[in-house]
């Protein structure tokens, strides 16, 4: 069997059973309903015990649950970031009818609180999404043909009747507690983009342990605000992840739609987020990362699939970094490239050569490597098939 997730509250959380045949856990560790750390905990006779937690966690001086304990002592609340008024929570989804069945199930509560819920058929091949909508009965349904993540990015914006749209991938399971702490960072007008902590859903195969081990989507349990004043707009992939966030429909008339040459579908495989953030630091705006707007993520769970994850990652930061080169004349880009070579990727890769005890499997470098290297000519294929789509009436 593979790890168990737990989720654990500092105040109410008690004995943690049940966990017969697993050997460890990944444990999300909350106070007072918000996530403030994570830890791996060995699981002992199918137990984990409360006190170990809460060992584990005060020794490891996480900043996240002193910050929350400080405000608990002295009184004080968080400050007030509270919004009013419906938002539109956007799926967009492509042949996955599980992980979409699974999804809908977890915004059924945002619906029932008077959000909009819609969801966007990318490219579909059948028509097994639309009839899960339809079923639901909470949802709206739109079929966008145009293939790619950004497309149907694009597309949700437009459809959307609200003025802030929260992403959700389709293989993702928000918490409650998501769309709130999303909604309550756009009181501040120069917010343009939501982020939150994005924690693995199961951990049961290898694959799902290696990608969480070396490529995890979580960017820590501290708030941050990435202004575009005051840091370099191409360190935006610290903000988080388009797998969890929530966008201004202005954004669309600000900076301009998602690059429907980049991402899932096309030939660059991913990196739309990742120019869109840039263009929202380069034009001065506000990306927020709240750990408190919490999602679980089905990560890939057999070993290919997690290697064409990781070259679709490299593929999409080349492809990202040509169209920041090309298109706005980044002249930095080709250090950012050597940078990351010889500082992280050639280290990695020397550690794997000689199998230095943690370093990242061999076959998962290469096929990073091998993306970077596919990165520039996929993005010029992708935008020369973008531009023929564009001109057929």
């Given at each position: ?101 699974r999804c809908l199930d977890s ?229 950012l490239a050597v940078g990351w ?53």
């Amino acid at each position: 069997m593979g790890d168990a997730v737990v989720d654990f509250d500092l105040e109410r959380g008690g004995r943690v059973e049940g966990l017969d045949g697993r050997r460890q856990a990944l444990v999300l560790v909350r106070f007072r309903g918000r996530p403030v750390h994570q830890l791996t905990v060995p699981v002992v006779d199918g137990c984990i015990s409360p006190d170990e937690i809460r060992r584990r966690v005060f020794e490891s001086g996480c900043p996240g649950i002193w910050e929350r304990l400080i405000e608990a002592v002295v009184g004080l609340e968080a400050p007030d970031r509270s919004r009013n008024g419906p938002a539109t929570v956007a799926v967009c989804t492509r042949d996955r009818p599980e992980d979409l069945r699974r999804c809908l199930d977890s915004l059924a509560v945002f619906a029932r609180d008077g959000h909009e819920v819609l969801v966007v058929d990318n490219a579909p091949s059948t028509d097994e999404s639309r009839q899960i909508v339809e079923t639901c009965g909470f949802a709206r349904y739109v079929r966008e043909d145009r293939p790619g993540e950004s497309a149907a990015r694009n597309r949700a914006l437009r459809e959307a009747g609200h003025d802030i749209v929260a992403f959700s991938d389709d293989d993702a399971t928000p918490d409650p507690g998501w769309l709130p702490a999303l909604l309550r960072n756009f009181n501040d007008p120069l917010v343009l983009c939501v982020t939150g902590l994005t924690m693995p859903l199961e951990l049961e195969t290898e694959a799902q342990r290696g990608f969480e081990r070396y490529s995890p989507f979580g960017r820590g349990f501290v708030r941050k605000v990435f202004d575009g004043a005051d840091v370099n707009p191409l360190s935006a992939w610290r903000a988080g992840a388009s797998a969890n966030m929530a966008v201004r429909r202005s954004a669309l008339d600000l900076i301009g739609p998602f690059n429907e040459a980049l991402g899932c579908g096309t030939r660059s495989r991913t990196g739309s987020d990742y120019e869109f953030f840039v263009r929202i630091l380069a034009a001065g705006y506000r990306i927020v990362y709240d750990p408190a707007a919490l999602s679980w993520h089905r990560h890939r769970r057999t070993w290919p699939e997690l290697r064409q994850v990781l070259r679709g990652y490299g593929t999409g930061v080349y492809a990202a970094w040509t169209h920041l080169l090309v298109a706005h004349r980044e002249f930095i880009v080709p250090k950012l490239a050597v940078g990351w070579f010889l500082h992280t990727q050639l280290p990695n890769l020397l550690r794997s050569l000689l199998r230095r005890p943690g370093s990242i499997p061999l076959d998962l470098l290469i096929a990073e490597l091998r993306g970077c290297l596919e990165g520039p000519w996929a993005y010029l294929e992708a935008r020369r098939e973008l531009r023929w789509m564009e001109s057929i009436p």
